[in-house]
């Protein structure tokens, strides 16, 4: 069963990921994991932690000559913030005078919440931990899953098609995400350019008046066979795995699978995908996924069929809320004194769209990574790929 852990705090000394239940033989490199790694620091909107962070997964165990071996992968991410937060946070007693209380909570943020539930005086704490720092683990993780779903020639990428009320203008094809994703360099991550200028705007605007600004990633994921997940059981429908996955990223309100909005408010003969069957002949038009014959008018299902995936590509997208954190405070309490004050400032990001697709897409990966495990099994990377295959091949002579 893959499972994994994450943990650190925003200022302690590193964060850890810690991810189990892999099939040995997997190519696993520090390389291309710090790949995964830079691409959640990039995005125009990122706050001044990113000029401080080189974000860098250390392999403590569970792969060697490159490889998974079958056992837990740890990795360390050092906080290169930590030299500036060692006194103020220490693991020891330390100095009490040195501490950095959050005095009064930021409305959205987990804040009070967490001040109430964990009967802490002030929310230094819970912001430590609560913070989207910890995506950063997640993200080594998603690496390691992403190489267990290259394994199966699964793609996993993100772009953003909203920032604010600009919206992306047009449909964007896989490859197109494939290029963006090779990217050295890293705007909003939307691949139509003039749709990027109008979602730029709308983070310099809001940055101009020391507000935030949230909008939508789209999460898409190429080459899934049909058949993962089930709607047997209610836990067990791929598509409430995903959305849970995904709504889990700091800052996500609302999760999406294919046009499932738009569906809402469609009728039942236009929001279907109809079904065709190629037999051989070229199916012009029409979506076809290389496991079978069948296919689509469309994919307004997102890749999702009673709560299986259909063969069409995965898309899921994520509704971020504008962050919590604003230079122009909103109204709050002093814990201390109970009197209205502004809420507490900590730098923090404008904009954190293209980051959360980067993590959505890590969310996503280790979802369907445990989901195709589950489906598969093996211990060997060519136990794995000889059950796949077996069933790629029970999909073609179907
Ligand atoms: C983040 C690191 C954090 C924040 C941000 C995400 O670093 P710091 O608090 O030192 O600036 O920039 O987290 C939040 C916006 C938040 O509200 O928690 C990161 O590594 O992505």
Redo the contacts with the bound molecule.
């Keep these: 069963m893959l499972r994994f852990f994450t943990a650190g705090e ?2 302690g000394e590193a964060l850890v990921s810690n991810i189990s239940g892999l099939p040995a033989g997997i190519v696993i490199t520090e390389t291309c994991i710090d790949r995964e790694l830079w691409r ?2 990039q995005g125009f909107g ?5 000029k ?2 080189r ?1 860098h997964a250390r392999i403590l165990s569970g792969v060697r000559h490159g490889r998974s071996i079958g056992s837990p992968i740890a990795m360390l991410i050092e906080n290169r ?1 930590w030299q500036n937060w060692n006194e103020s946070l220490p693991v020891g007693e330390g100095d009490p005078e040195k501490h950095k209380p959050v005095k009064s909570p ?1 409305p959205g ?1 987990a804040d009070l919440a967490g001040a109430l539930k964990y009967n802490l005086p002030e929310a230094r704490y819970i ?1 430590e931990r ?7 683990a997640r993200v080594a993780a998603g690496a390691v899953a992403k190489q267990v779903l290259a394994a199966l020639d699964i793609e996993v990428l993100s772009h953003v098609i909203q920032v604010g009320g600009a919206r992306l203008s047009r449909p964007v094809g896989f490859e197109e995400l494939r290029t963006l994703a090779a990217k050295n360099e890293v705007l909003l991550n939307c691949a139509d350019e003039e749709s990027e200028r109008r979602m730029k705007a709308e983070v310099d605007a809001v940055l101009r008046n020391g507000d935030t600004v949230g909008g939508v990633f789209e999460v898409v994921a190429h080459n899934v066979p049909p058949g993962l997940g089930t709607y047997a059981n209610w836990d067990e429908r791929l598509d409430a795995k995903l959305a849970a996955a995904v709504m889990s990223i ?2 996500v309100k609302a999760v999406e699978i294919g046009d499932g909005v738009l569906g809402a408010t469609s009728h039942g003969s236009a929001a279907q995908d109809e079904i065709g069957y190629a037999g051989g002949e070229d199916a012009a038009g029409k979506l076809r996924s290389k496991f079978t014959e069948f296919t689509r008018a469309g994919n307004h299902a997102g890749g999702l069929e009673g709560g299986i995936s259909n063969g069409c590509d995965i898309v899921v997208r994520g509704h971020l809320k504008p ?3 604003l230079r122009r405070p909103l109204g709050s309490i002093d814990f201390a004194t109970r009197e209205p004050v502004k809420a507490a400032y ?4 404008v904009c ?1 769209v293209p ?1 959360a697709g980067v993590v959505g897409e890590a969310m996503v990966a280790l979802t369907l990574a445990a989901a195709a495990l589950e489906k598969f099994g093996g211990d060997s990377l060519v136990e794995l790929r000889r059950n796949y295959e077996g069933y790629c091949e029970q999909l073609r002579t179907y």
């Design positions: 925003s200022h959640r620091q990122r706050g001044g932690r990113m401080i962070e974000d913030d930021r943020h912001l609560a913070s989207a720092r910890e995506t950063t700091q800052a962050i919590s954190t900590e730098r923090s990001d954190a980051a």
